[in-house]
């Protein structure tokens, strides 16, 4: 296969969608099982199981916090292809670690915990990493108006691990189950297991893909095509320690006002999407929404059909994320539309609070908010920058993000065990609250309208800069915006 052809690139961009596949169908696994999780671990251990179940994605989350000040360091002094097998190890070991401690039944049900929770540490440390790794790939091999187009492509088949996992993943521990003689009361003591095994099966195709990948991308750099050809005399090497600027901590001290403001959006608005996430199957359960074939005196469901009403929000995401993000990109006017996004949370947990209309309509609302907010927020830090900090602030946003959503985990958790399903949502509802009236205090500072113009407000420049400009963008660091799962 020729370096030059379009065959041989897209057969990259193919590898590379399905890097972060098995991460992305692993990481809401236990929200799929949190009864079970509760059931058969937790609860035999503590009077808080929704507590400690929320330290499975609170670990998660402080781990990627770090990581993503240290991943773009560790792939300039590693290199993107030993970067890649570090972080997909880490996430399969974990993985497989996770299914482990679940079947470990003769071990004491805390002991069995710390197992669990150890297994969601370290794939966390590779969970959040790895997509920073498929970023540089994809800037590598695409450049100009393909770019987009593949970023877009990795975030879309990404998303397809999340919408398979919330509709699958259900069914798929109902069958083990039942071919293992267990039933909804006396569950098989192994079946939990073997469904988690299921995603570390997943992780390992995403495994064979960075082997493949990374096969495809030496033979380009050993033959001097495609990316790194040889023009004028001089080899491009895309990783050159002058092109990649390492974060720096210091360089906060340069960020505007407007910046945090954005930080504390994102914080806010993810703070709302991933903790919900992590419990929805359990929200929809409720008794008023009649998605279940029977409930018991705590109103407790059984057999429910909630996994594809769920799995809507991701993919309303997969279906409009790139068609959504060339839009903002046209139009510009970033902070009214990601006012939409805000904004839209309101309606969508006040109807889950307090009315008994099917959820679907809410996880499709809360989609369309998700999709309007990711494209209208991550690419402003770009924005708002300058392009030698660039790695810097998007470390540091990101890092912002998931320290809210940890401590927002913590508090779901809390009200699961003390307080009621109503009052969760009302705490949702605040959170969309709180970030949309900071996207309002937005619209006063940006004074010089970055967030404002679109290209469609922008003079023609001379062909090939914008391009150039984009791609050295992306190295430079801009790449660590993408959603982490």
């Known amino acids: 296969m020729l370096v030059e052809t379009p065959r041989f690139r897209y057969t990259v961009l193919i590898l590379n969608c399905l890097l972060t596949f098995g991460s992305y169908y692993c990481f809401d696994m236990p929200s799929n099982l949190k009864d079970q999780l509760k059931d058969q671990i937790i609860s035999k251990f503590t009077d808080s199981p929704d ?43 974990g993985s497989a670690v996770f299914s482990l401690g679940a079947g470990l039944t003769s071990l004491d049900p805390k002991l069995r915990y710390g197992i669990l929770f150890f297994g969601r540490f370290v794939f966390g440390l590779g969970g959040g990493p790895i997509t920073i790794v498929q970023n540089v790939f994809t800037a590598t091999h695409f450049t100009g108006h393909e770019l987009a187009m593949a970023f877009g492509c990795t975030l879309t088949v990404s998303r397809v691990g999340s919408v398979i996992n919330f509709s699958l993943t259900p069914a798929l521990y109902k069958a083990i ?21 299921v995603g570390s099966t997943l992780v390992l195709v995403s495994v064979c893909s960075a082997i493949f990948l990374s096969r495809l991308d030496n033979r380009a750099m050993a033959n001097k ?130 009315t008994s209309v099917d959820p679907v309509y809410s996880m499709i609302l809360l989609g369309i908010s998700y999709s309007v907010c990711a494209s209208a927020l991550w690419p402003s ?14 470390g540091v946003a990101t890092s912002v993000q998931m320290l809210g959503i940890g401590i927002v985990n913590i508090i779901v958790g809390y009200l699961g065990d003390k307080s009621t399903y109503e009052s969760e949502q009302f705490f949702f509802l605040g959170l969309g609250g709180a970030s949309f009236i900071v996207v309002l205090m937005m619209l006063w500072f940006d004074t010089d309208g970055k967030m404002y113009k679109g290209k469609r407000d922008a003079r023609k420049k001379d062909d090939g800069d914008g391009d150039g400009d984009m791609l050295e963008g992306l190295l430079d660091g801009s790449i660590q915006g993408k959603d982490l799962p």
Do not use: H
């Open 381 to 394: 830090v770009q924005l708002l920058v300058d392009l030698k900090i660039s790695g810097t602030a998007n």
């Open 177 to 197: 189950n039942k071919a293992m003689g267990g039933t909804e009361l006396y569950p098989n003591e192994y079946a939990l297991s073997l469904t988690l095994a």
């Open 51 to 93: 507590t400690y179940y929320q330290y499975f994605y609170l670990v998660y989350s402080w781990t990627n916090m770090i990581m993503s000040l240290c991943a773009g360091l560790m792939v300039d002094k590693l290199g993107k292809e030993k970067s890649m097998y570090l972080f997909v190890f880490f996430c399969l070991v």
């Open 225 to 354: 095509e495609g990316p790194y050809k040889e023009k004028a005399g001089a080899q491009v090497d895309l990783f050159a320690k002058p092109i990649s600027k390492k974060i720096n901590l210091s360089d906060a001290k340069e960020f505007p006002a407007l910046f945090w403001l954005l930080a504390i959006t994102i914080a806010l608005f993810y703070s709302v999407i991933f903790p919900f996430m992590a419990n929805a199957p359990t929200f929809l359960e409720q008794e008023k929404f009649g998605l279940c074939d029977s409930y018991d005196k705590d109103g407790k469901g059984t057999d429910c059909n909630t996994g594809w009403r769920v799995s809507c929000v991701y993919g309303v995401s997969m279906c409009v994320s790139v068609a959504l993000g060339a839009f903002v990109d046209w139009y510009g006017r970033r902070v009214q539309i990601a006012l939409i996004g805000t904004g839209a949370t309101i309606p969508t947990f006040y109807l889950l609070a307090k």
